[in-house]
């Protein structure tokens, strides 16, 4: 794998030894990937107090929990992308035993349908979990503690019906379903449901007043799989990761990937620092923007997060039921590289022609008394605000007639850009999703009408 510099890893190294260490953390492995691989991972602790001292890697398997909610997010979308479902179908469309009327999918992917957040029955008390049948049964008997969309509320529940809907829809169980569509097309030979007997940590609890370890139990959650299900190594969610950053249409595309980074309601109402897309956690930090999601099971608490923009994902495998919080581990790994290690800029490197028919748009136009400044890259019309950060990007628009173009993304994403010229063809003025846009700075009262 391609490395990373050498000061990067040390300083990486030592985020974990310490985060192992000051969380007092049997076990844990942070890694790196970027530009579409794992390039880096680190191993602090024991993969297993009976063999002290031999730390787990990145081919160790941790359960990663509700991680697995991702690759059910994706499953659901891409059965909407091939026409199976609508996100806005009510849940009794295709669970028809459904008695909770009206909680569409949308919601379910988005906590944002006010069920409960567990299976009825104490399941994590009594550690006795539903199978499909019970599951479907219990449903009907949960409460909707919530109003839709009113406020985020977690819920295990929800996401284990969701498995209910891929399985339908596909015609086999969840994990069949996951590992057809996700797992094998991108080579996840370690993503399984449970440990897989392979290399493993061992997961712990560490009390809070003494220093001697309680091995947790290895649960089997039934029809829950789909919620907090899977295990997986750092080198799987590597994987997964880069293709968070950069998906392959053969699972997903790339516009229904960021359909799913887009937020649908904040979870952090205080200080806007996290919010939930269609299944993915969307957590700020600074000027940051990380997408991904924690997991959580007895012994075992992880976190993937990938900074998209950069295609950099950070992971936290922690074999520790009261390891500190993942996601800190995570994004400061990704945080770190990005500082001691940047990716160099594209080169810059000469366009095509700019076509005939834009060469007198190129410059400045004013709207609503703010110029844009209108250019060509690779053939393609682009507009920005002189005034905007260099972290926005442009208006792109895409020729969809004679002098008519559709905004494809930036500012006013969706909306048409006309052209009107005069007699001699030469463009006059601009109508930008209806607003006017003309060579000189108008007042509203100076427009002809």
Not at 196 to 223: R, S
Not at 251 to 268: F, G, P, R
């Amino acid at each position: 794998m391609t490395e990373l510099a050498a000061q990067t890893q040390t300083a990486l190294t030592r985020l974990v030894a310490d985060r192992q260490a000051t969380g007092r953390v049997p076990g844990v492995v942070g890694a790196v990937a970027r530009a579409g691989s794992l390039v880096w991972s680190h191993g602090a602790g024991s993969a297993d107090l009976d063999t002290p001292g031999v730390p787990p890697t990145a081919d160790s398997q941790f359960l990663i929990a509700s991680q697995s909610k991702t690759l059910t997010a994706v499953a659901v979308l891409a059965l909407r992308d091939e026409g199976k479902l609508s996100l806005d179908d009510p849940l009794e469309t295709h669970v028809p035993e459904s008695k909770h009327g009206g909680v569409t999918l949308r919601q379910m992917l988005s906590h944002a349908s006010g069920m409960q957040r567990e299976p009825v029955g104490d399941v994590w008390d009594l550690m006795r979990f539903p199978d499909r049948d019970e599951l479907v049964a219990g449903w009907n008997d949960a409460e909707r503690v919530g109003k839709p969309h009113h406020r985020f509320h977690y819920s295990n529940l929800v996401y284990s019906l969701l498995g209910e809907v891929v399985a339908r829809l596909d015609g086999k169980p969840w994990y069949d379903a996951i590992k057809a569509r996700i797992l094998d097309p991108l080579e996840m030979r370690r993503t399984t449901v449970g440990m897989d007997g392979g290399p493993a940590a061992t997961g712990y609890y560490v009390p809070p007043f003494t220093d001697v370890p309680v091995q947790e139990p290895l649960l089997d959650i039934k029809a829950m799989a789909a919620c907090g299900g899977l295990a997986s190594t750092a080198e799987d969610l590597a994987k997964w990761a880069m293709f968070i950053a950069n998906p392959v249409s053969e699972v997903l595309s790339k516009e229904t990937l960021d359909e799913m980074c887009q937020v649908q309601i904040m979870a952090d109402t205080a200080r806007w620092q996290l919010a939930f897309g269609l299944g993915f956690m969307l957590f700020r930090r600074g000027d940051s923007l990380f997408v991904g999601h924690d997991g959580g099971m007895p012994g075992h608490i992880t976190s993937t997060f990938v900074h998209r923009e950069s295609g950099t994902a950070g992971i936290c495998l922690q074999s520790s039921t009261s390891a500190p919080a993942p996601s800190l581990l995570a994004t400061d790994l990704i945080t770190k590289v990005l500082d001691l290690d940047p990716l160099p800029a594209d080169p810059w490197l000469p366009g095509t022609p700019v076509p005939a028919e834009l060469t007198g748009v190129l410059g400045t136009w004013w709207t609503e008394g703010s110029p844009f400044t209108f250019t060509v890259k690779a053939g393609v019309l682009q507009a920005k605000s002189p005034a905007a950060a260099d972290w926005q990007a442009p208006a792109v628009f895409d020729r969809i007639a004679e002098d008519t173009y559709r905004t494809t993304s930036g500012r006013e994403t969706g909306e048409l850009l006309t052209i009107t010229r005069d007699a001699t063809g030469t463009p006059v003025k601009l109508h930008w999703a209806t607003y006017l846009c003309t060579r000189e700075p108008l007042a509203f009262a100076d427009i002809p009408h």
